[in-house]
């Protein structure tokens, strides 16, 4: 048997896949479609300091290839979810990631400090792709500074795996992940939604009610290969990719990037079995070309890309 356990900071997975944050619940809804032993881990859907609504309907768009959603975070506060949600989270066969977000600097640290006490949580992803109210709403992954702030705020309080997703929605995505790195992020999670917007012809008006929202799926895919390759040769901590992966060519090509990890979002929503079946295919794909273990072909792809998970002696 081939070997596709993957190490993300100090959390040791035996599969290196994950499910996006708010794309697979819980987990516990696909319970009995899916073995959820067979995942790496599930993020859950981000929380943050106090409840959320939302925003207002349509929350959805289809789109050609993909879809467009503005959610607005909706969530019912940490203190709610200590109380009521995390306690079940230690009943699931895999790993559990907590996802944080936030609207200041003191947002990020109060949410994630109390998120990563419990021990139902393994490790904590930061979803810094939200507006800082202290700085004319810019967005804290679109800015080196901010990001550097939040994630340090967030880092000084917990030693669990901090992994930090960043926003595809810059011009340089490279120097964002190296202050993201410096600041002491354990991973990132590369990338969150693209910005986008459809209107309605008849009605004129836009479609989402919130205007404007964020496209997932394969519509993104390429330019989330594109973020991870950057990624991979700016930094040394491992990547966990993401945008658009339906099947396990898709993953590959993020492995090839130089991801040690994918995380799958949008594809559950026409089949929550894609994590499950990846692996699947993933031990076939390296066992048909002998090669041991997954971590052999991370960033093959990539010329000038160090794999920090290279075994000596290996082959592939
Ligand atoms: C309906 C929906 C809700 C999402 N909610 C969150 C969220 O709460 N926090 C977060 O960090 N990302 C959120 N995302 C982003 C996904 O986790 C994922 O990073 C992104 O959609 C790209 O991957 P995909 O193309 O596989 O979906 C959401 C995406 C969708 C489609």
Redesign the pocket.
């Known amino acids: 048997m081939v070997d596709l356990s993957v190490t993300i900071g100090k959390l040791k997975l035996p599969y290196p896949t994950f ?5 697979y619940g819980s987990g516990e809804e696909f319970a009995p479609f899916v073995d959820l032993a067979r995942i790496g881990a599930v ?1 859950l ?2 929380v943050t300091r106090l409840p959320r609504l939302g925003n207002p309907t349509p ?2 768009v289809h789109t050609p290839a ?2 467009l ?1 503005a ?1 607005g ?1 909706q ?1 019912p506060g940490i203190e709610w979810y200590l109380d009521h949600d995390v306690r079940k989270f230690a009943e699931r066969p895999c790993a559990v990631v907590g ?1 944080v ?1 936030g609207f200041s600097v003191d947002d990020y640290a109060y949410t994630c400090e109390k998120l990563a006490a419990r021990d139902e949580i393994a490790a904590i ?1 930061l ?1 810094i ?1 939200c507006p800082n109210v202290a700085h004319e709403g810019e967005t804290f992954a679109c800015d080196p500074n901010l990001t550097a702030k939040v994630v340090r705020a967030a880092r000084a309080t917990t030693d669990k795996t901090l992994i930090v ?1 960043l926003s595809p929605n810059v011009t340089d995505i490279a120097s964002i992940a190296r202050e993201a790195e410096s600041a002491g992020a354990d991973a990132l ?1 590369v ?3 693209v910005r986008g917007m459809a209107i309605d012809v008849e009605t004129w008006k836009p479609r989402l009610g919130n205007v404007t929202g ?8 390429p330019i ?1 290969v594109l973020a991870v390759y950057e990624v991979a040769r700016a930094v040394t901590i491992p990547i966990v990719g ?5 099947t396990t060519t898709d993953a590959l090509e993020f492995f090839l990037a130089g991801a040690s990890a994918i ?7 026409t089949d929550p079995r894609v994590p499950m079946r990846i692996v699947d295919e993933l031990e076939a794909y390296l066992e048909k070309r002998n090669i041991p273990r997954l971590q052999n072909i991370i960033g093959k792809a990539n010329v000038g890309f160090a794999n920090p998970y290279q075994f000596e002696g290996d082959e592939g």
């Open positions: 499910t996006g944050s708010g794309c993020v859907k981000s929350r959805l993909g879809m959603n959610i975070l969530n996802s977000a992803e979803n792709s997703k999670a990338i969150n939604t964020g496209l997932s799926g394969p519509a993104i895919r989330a993401q945008g658009g992966i339906e995380s799958i979002g949008t594809g559950n929503f």
